[in-house]
C-alpha cells in the first residue's frame, strides 16, 4: 500500500536517476572539463618570420571612448603572423584558401606529441615516426581525422624575438620541426587533417626546401603554428577547436586555438 514514507523514497530515488541523467558523462563527445587557450595574444610584441625590428602588426584608435563615444581600431597584419593557420593554398597551387577549409575540418581530436626532451639538446629536432609510435605505444593508435601537435617546449621563448627565431651565424633560423617522414606517415596512414607546433614551422627551422609544407599542402593538410599552452593539454583525449579568420582568398590567417579537455 502507498503511504507517505514509500512516496518521499520514490521521489528521491526519481529525482537522483534524474540528476545522475543530467550529469555529463565520460561517453558525452560534448563533455569537457576545461577549454585551454592555445593562442598567444595577437600584438605588436610577437616574434615574427623575418625577425624585422618593426612588428608586422599594427593597430591605430579609429575611435575612443573620451572623444568619440565608443572604442575602435583598425588592425593590420600579415597572414603567417602570431598563433596562425596555414591553409594548404600557402604551399600547393588550386588548393583550399583559409576561407575554403570546410568547418568539420576545424573541430577534431587532438593528439600532442611531447619530444621537449629531443628538442632541448637538439633545436635542429624532427619529430620522428618513432615519436608517433611511442604515443601510440601509450595511447592506442591515433584516432581517424585528429590534428597533431609537437610540443617541443620552444614557446618558453615566446617573449625574445631572439631566442624564438634563433637565428645563427649560418643565417639559417634553428628550431624544432616534423620531418617529412612522420608527416607521411601521419597523413597517409592516419589521416590527420592537420599538423600543429610551438615554433614558427612545421618545417624545421633551418630548412630552406619546406618538404613538410609542400607534402601537406598538396594533402589537404593545414598547419597551426606558434601554438601556445601544450603543457597544459593531456597528450590523448583533447577535442581542439581551430577557428582562423575566414579571410577570402587568405593563404592562412590568425586563428583562435580551443582544446576541450576531459
Ligand atoms: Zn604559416
Redesign the pocket.
Known amino acids: 500500500m502507498l503511504n507517505w514514507k514509500t512516496f518521499a523514497i520514490g521521489c528521491s530515488l526519481a529525482l537522483a536517476l534524474l540528476l545522475f541523467a543530467r550529469k555529463p558523462s565520460m561517453s558525452n563527445p560534448n563533455a569537457h572539463r576545461a577549454v585551454i587557450d592555445l593562442t598567444h595574444t595577437l600584438n605588436d610584441r610577437s616574434p615574427n618570420?623575418e625577425g624585422t625590428e618593426k612588428s608586422p602588426f599594427q593597430a591605430t584608435d579609429l575611435g575612443n571612448l573620451e572623444h568619440d563615444g565608443y572604442y575602435s581600431r583598425h588592425f593590420s597584419t600579415e597572414?603567417?603572423y602570431g598563433t596562425?593557420?596555414?591553409a594548404p593554398a600557402?604551399f600547393a597551387a588550386g588548393m583550399w584558401t583559409v576561407d575554403q577549409i570546410p568547418a568539420e575540418r576545424l573541430v577534431r581530436p587532438l593528439v600532442i606529441l611531447d619530444v621537449r626532451n629531443a628538442a632541448k639538446n637538439n633545436a635542429d629536432y624532427e619529430v620522428s615516426v618513432q615519436d608517433v609510435a611511442a604515443w601510440e605505444d601509450a595511447h592506442g593508435q591515433i584516432p581517424e581525422g585528429a590534428v597533431v601537435m609537437a610540443y617541443t617546449g620552444w614557446d618558453e621563448r615566446w617573449n625574445s624575438q631572439r631566442e624564438f627565431r634563433n637565428e645563427q651565424s649560418d643565417h639559417l633560423t634553428h628550431y624544432p620541426g616534423f620531418s617529412l617522414e612522420a608527416a607521411k606517415f601521419l597523413v597517409k596512414t592516419r589521416d590527420v587533417v592537420g599538423l600543429g607546433i610551438d615554433t614558427?614551422?612545421?618545417d624545421k627551422g633551418a630548412t630552406t626546401t619546406y618538404p613538410v609544407?609542400y607534402f601537406t599542402s598538396q594533402e589537404s593538410v593545414y598547419?597551426l603554428?606558434?601554438v601556445a599552452n601544450l603543457a597544459l593539454v593531456p597528450p590523448a583525449g583533447a577535442t581542439v577547436v581551430v577557428a582562423p579568420v575566414k579571410l577570402e582568398n587568405g593563404?592562412?590567417g590568425p586563428a583562435r586555438v580551443l582544446a576541450l579537455v576531459r
Do not use: A, K, T
Open positions: 618570420w597572414e603567417h596562425h593557420l596555414d600557402h614558427m614551422s612545421v609544407h598547419h603554428e606558434n593563404s592562412g
